[in-house]
Each structure stands twice: as C-alpha cells, then as structure tokens.
C-alpha cells in the first residue's frame, strides 16, 4: 500500500483534509485510559497531531518513511517507520507489551490492511477488556450540485479503472468491512457512526486533493493524465459559476469503533 503514496507524498500531506474534533471527543470518551494510543497506517500524522490533545502518548506507524518526512512534529507523538508485515516481536518492541495500548486507531486506511492479521496483532496489544479500536474512512468530496456533477463522472468513469480493489470498502462506507469487536459502552452496535469534515477550499486545493489520489498516482505511472486540459475546464467552469473562489467542502466520515473484550 504505502508504494502507492510515495510519490505524492508532499501533495497527500497539503490536499488531505484534517479530522473534527467531534470525532476525537466521540472515541476519547470511550476509553477509560487515556496513556498509549497507536496510530496505524498514520501516513503525514493527520489524525496523530489531534490524538495528542487527548493522549499522553501516540505511537505513530506508517511502513512508507516519505510520508512520515511531512508529519507534522509533536512532542508528545513518537514516529515509527516499520517494515509492511511486522512480526510480533517487532510489534513489542516498537510499539509495546500486550494488553499495554488504550486505543488502536485507522484513519483512512484500514482497506488496506491485512485485516487477520492485524486484528491479531491489535488484540494482543489492547487492554483487556475496554481497550478500543477506531477505524474510520471518508468518502468523496461535496461542493455544489454543479461541481459535484462534474466530479461524478470523473471519479467512476475516468478514475474508476485505475483503483485498486480496496477502495470499494470505502465506497461502502466500511460497512462491509470485517470488525469483529464488541460494541463501546453506551452504543448498541460497532457503527458505521456519521461525521462530516468541513474544509474551506479553493480549486487549485480541490486539485491537490483529487492529485493526492492513489489512482491518480497509479494512471499517472501507465502515461495517463487523468486531470486532463477538459476536465480542467469542466472543473473550473462548475467551480465559478457562484463567483465565489473559496467553498466549504464537505467530506463524509464513517466510524467503526469497538472495545477489544476478554478473549479467553
């Protein structure tokens, strides 16, 4: 996975939307510890920077050492680049003892885990029996119906072919996807629970988003420039039509969220 991202490091870390603290406040209150997170997969540190305001401690984990290069620099946050498939022992010593860590968090790349193994790995290393894993994607970008229409077509139709096919847990809301956790104190299932990311962009931050793309990446390697001159046009051409250069973007956000139990 982290292959994917190399390349476009610097514009993943610019185009990627942060997290609202709704999100951070929601899973916060349900771990009764607030000692030792591990962020996986934590690619330039957008969800870290916020866990650090909650935690006393995050670990911070990607297996791609160009995405950690933009992580933003928190005292408090400890960054670790690890090999794709870590054995336990290097899961104990990077990261710590078992049933030693509050909180496993994913943001917006769970798809693309080894999702057995790693659940091994994460309920080895979670207090028993209320240690919490939160997992969570979003889906794509809304602006307007005319902007919105325009991206519709962009993102089946010319980006389509060019993803890989993880990306349709996302697409699904992480409905789909396997979680096999208890349900947190005070909630009656394990989610997919509803946030939304409002960020105020231009077109050219618009841009950098969709250019942040695995599959943008992807095309890009096969000779194929999917923001091509008409598409440019067509974008630009939705984007001004309020005269307004600045909107509120919104992104969805689906939560999976579950405590780890007694496993025995």
């Not at 003892?97 to 790995?121: G, K, R």
């Not at 389509?160 to 009656?188: H, M, N």
């Not at 997919?192 to 969709?210: A, N, Q, R």
Request: overall charge neutral; charged content about 25%; glycine content about 4%.
């Amino acid at each position: 996975m982290a292959k994917l991202f190399i390349k476009q490091a610097q514009q993943y870390s610019k185009g990627r939307p942060s997290y609202p603290e709704e999100l951070f406040n929601f899973i916060a209150s349900k771990t009764p510890c607030h000692d030792l997170v591990w962020d996986v997969g934590t690619g330039s540190g957008q969800a870290a920077k916020s866990l650090a305001k909650l935690y006393k401690n995050v670990i911070a984990t990607d297996t791609s050492p160009k995405q950690l290069e933009f992580a933003a620099k928190v005292p408090n946050v400890r960054y670790i680049c690890t090999s794709p498939k870590m054995s336990m022992s290097e899961i104990e010593t990077k990261i710590g003892a078992e049933s030693s860590v509050d909180l496993v968090t994913i943001a917006q790349a769970m798809h693309w885990f080894d999702l057995p193994t790693f659940y091994q790995q994460a309920k080895l290393l979670l207090k028993k029996p209320n240690g919490v894993i939160a997992a969570w994607c979003y889906t794509v970008p809304e602006v307007n119906i005319s902007v919105d229409a325009i991206f519709e077509k962009f993102y089946t139709v010319d980006v389509g072919p060019y993803w890989e096919s993880p990306r349709k847990l996302v697409d699904e809301k992480y409905q789909t996807i396997e979680f096999p956790f208890e349900a947190v104190d005070g909630c009656d299932h394990n989610g997919p629970f509803d946030f939304k990311i409002e960020k105020v962009m231009d077109l050219d931050s618009y841009f950098t988003y969709l250019k942040s793309w695995s599959a943008y990446q992807t095309a890009k390697e096969k000779g194929v420039e999917l923001l091509t001159h008409d598409v440019v046009e067509k974008f630009t051409s939705a984007w001004n039509e309020d005269g307004k250069s600045q909107k509120i973007v919104t992104y969805p956000i689906y939560l999976r969220i579950g405590k780890v139990g007694n496993l025995y």
